[in-house]
C-alpha cells in the first residue's frame, strides 16, 4: 500500500488496530484509546489448563476483540476469515492486497524468523499487518518491532497456520468501509468501553477471573512452594513473569496503558475524577512489575524460603484491592 506509515505500540493488537485505522483517516486513533474501547484489560488463571508446561494465565481479553470491539464502538465495518488450507488463505491475502487493503494477521511467534531467538515460543496469538508485496516476498508492519521487515512466503504460510493453542488458521482481518467519526461517537465507545471492563473485572462468575482471579491466584503462590516443591514453583513463577512482561506487556504494561486511556478519556469528557482512577492503575502496574522481580529471585534460586512466597501473594493481594477499587470507582462514573 503506497503512504504505508508504520507505527511502533507497546502491545501488538493494540497496535494493528490503531495503525489500520490510522490509516484509514481516523487521525484520533491512540494505542490506550483502542485498548480502553476494546475493553482490553483482563485477569485469568485456568488452574486446570496447562501452557508452555506451566500455569495459563492472561492479563488480557481474548484475541481478536480489541480491534472487533473497537471498530464496532465506532461504526466502522471490518471483515475477518480463517480458511481450512495454506492455499486458500494465501490466495485470498494476495486478492485483498491487490485491492490495495491493509491486511491484519493472528501469526504464531515460534517460526518469525525477525524475531530474536530468545522471544521464539510457541504463543499463536501475536498480530501483525501485512501492508504489501515486493518481489514475491510480504511487506511486514509488526508493531512491536520499530521498523517494517518482510517474511517469504513459506515463512508467512508457516507462522499464520502454526499449530497447537489458538491455532490462527491463517486468520486474517481488514477495514471493509469506514466514515467519518464524531466526538460523540467516540464518547459512547468510551463509555462502552469502561462499561464492559468493569462488567468483566467485576462480574465474571466464578473465582477465576477479574479482580477475584487475581485475588485466587495469590492463595495459590502461597501454597506453591509445599505443593510442587522450589524448582516447579519456580518455573510457575517464571511462567506468571513470561505471561506478565513478555507476551503482549502483559500485567505491569496493559495497567500502564489503561491508565493512559483513562486520561485521554477525561479529557474527552472534561471529567477530572477520572484522574485519580488513572492513578490507581499505575500504581496497579507497578505493583505488577515490583512482584515480577520478586518472581524472578525464586526462579533464579535468591529467595526460596516460604516467606519469600508469601511476599509475592501478599503484592498480588494489595494488587486485588487496588484494582477492585478502581473498577468500583469507574462504575459509579457518570459519563454521558
Not at 503484592?315 to 462504575?331: C, R, S, T
Request: glycine share 10%; hydrophobic share 40%.
Amino acid at each position: 500500500m503506497e503512504n504505508f506509515v508504520h507505527l511502533q505500540a507497546a502491545h501488538c493488537e493494540n497496535g494493528v488496530t490503531t495503525n489500520l485505522l490510522k490509516n484509514a483517516g481516523l487521525d484520533f486513533m491512540t494505542e490506550p484509546l483502542a485498548f480502553g474501547m476494546g475493553s482490553g484489560l483482563f485477569f485469568i488463571y485456568i488452574p486446570f489448563l496447562n501452557f508452555s508446561n506451566g500455569p495459563a494465565i492472561s492479563f488480557r481479553t481474548m484475541p481478536g476483540r480489541i480491534f472487533k470491539r473497537t471498530c464496532r464502538s465506532l461504526d466502522i465495518s471490518v471483515k475477518s476469515y480463517r480458511f481450512r488450507s495454506e492455499t486458500e488463505g494465501r490466495a485470498e491475502l494476495d486478492r485483498l492486497l491487490l485491492a490495495n487493503k491493509l491486511v491484519g494477521c493472528q501469526v504464531g511467534v515460534f517460526h518469525l524468523s525477525y524475531f530474536p531467538i530468545e522471544y521464539r515460543f510457541h504463543f499463536n496469538a501475536h498480530n501483525l499487518i501485512v501492508y504489501g508485496k515486493d518481489d514475491g516476498n510480504y511487506l511486514i508492519s509488526d508493531p512491536i518491532m520499530d521498523k517494517v521487515t518482510s517474511l517469504t512466503t513459506s515463512e508467512l504460510d508457516k507462522v499464520r497456520f502454526a499449530k497447537g493453542l489458538l491455532a490462527p488458521k491463517g486468520h486474517i482481518y481488514y477495514i471493509d468501509k469506514t466514515k467519518p467519526v464524531s466526538t460523540d461517537t467516540i464518547r459512547r465507545g468510551i463509555e462502552h468501553g469502561i462499561r464492559r471492563n468493569v462488567r468483566d473485572m467485576l462480574y465474571i462468575p466464578g473465582n477465576i477471573g477479574g479482580v477475584n482471579g487475581i485475588k485466587f491466584t495469590a492463595g495459590r503462590i502461597r501454597k506453591w512452594r509445599d505443593k510442587l516443591g522450589v524448582r516447579k514453583a519456580g518455573q510457575f513463577l517464571a511462567q506468571i513473569i513470561r505471561m506478565q512482561e513478555e507476551i503482549g506487556t502483559g500485567g505491569g504494561g496493559f495497567r500502564f496503558i489503561y491508565a493512559a486511556f483513562l486520561q485521554e478519556a477525561a479529557g474527552y469528557f472534561q471529567n477530572e475524577k477520572m484522574l485519580p482512577i488513572s492513578d490507581k492503575f499505575t500504581l496497579s502496574g507497578d505493583l505488577w512489575r515490583q512482584n515480577a522481580v520478586n518472581m524472578a529471585g525464586v526462579f533464579r534460586g535468591r529467595n526460596t524460603g516460604q516467606a519469600d512466597f508469601d511476599r509475592i501473594s501478599d503484592v498480588m493481594l494489595d494488587i486485588y484491592k487496588i484494582e477492585k477499587e478502581a473498577f468500583n470507582d469507574l462504575k459509579k462514573l457518570k459519563l454521558m
